[in-house]
Nanobody, 115 residues
Framework: QVQLVESGGGLVQPGGSLRLSCAVSASIFKTNTIRWYRQAPGKQREFVAY???????NYADSVKGRFTISRDSVKNTVYLQMNSLKPEDTAVFYC?????????WGQGTQVTVSS
């Protein structure tokens, strides 16, 4: 069974930091790429970052240099460290795993950047 559980969202001031976590089913964590997406109110869901099983990473241009994705193979968890947050980063953040052409999503965690 594929399970993705996000946590770590909250309210933060502009310029602040948050770390999101995505706990993944142990049986599938080690061999799969995990992605973060976000969806702002009234907008389409957009790609944020991914990390492969080998540790390669890629980021959307809008977050490069501010966000860092990492994975902990002991805890079966992927992290998204978000620094220098901007109001336009406000969104629900989702982690994603694609398995046999099927997309699996967590329930999402809300990030609000506001003064």
């Amino acid at each position: 069974q594929v399970q993705l559980v996000e946590s770590g969202g909250g309210l933060v001031q502009p310029g602040g930091s948050l770390r999101l976590s995505c706990a993944v089913s142990a049986s599938i964590f080690k061999t799969n790429t995990i992605r973060w997406y976000r969806q702002a109110p009234g907008k389409q869901r957009e790609f944020v970052a991914y990390i492969t099983s080998g540790g390669s990473t890629n980021y959307a241009d809008s977050v490069k240099g501010r966000f860092t994705i990492s994975r902990d193979s002991v805890k079966n968890t992927v992290y998204l460290q978000m620094n220098s947050l901007k109001p336009e980063d406000t969104a629900v953040f989702y982690c994603n795993l694609r398995l046999l052409s099927t997309d699996y999503w967590g329930q999402g965690t809300q990030v609000t950047v506001s003064s």
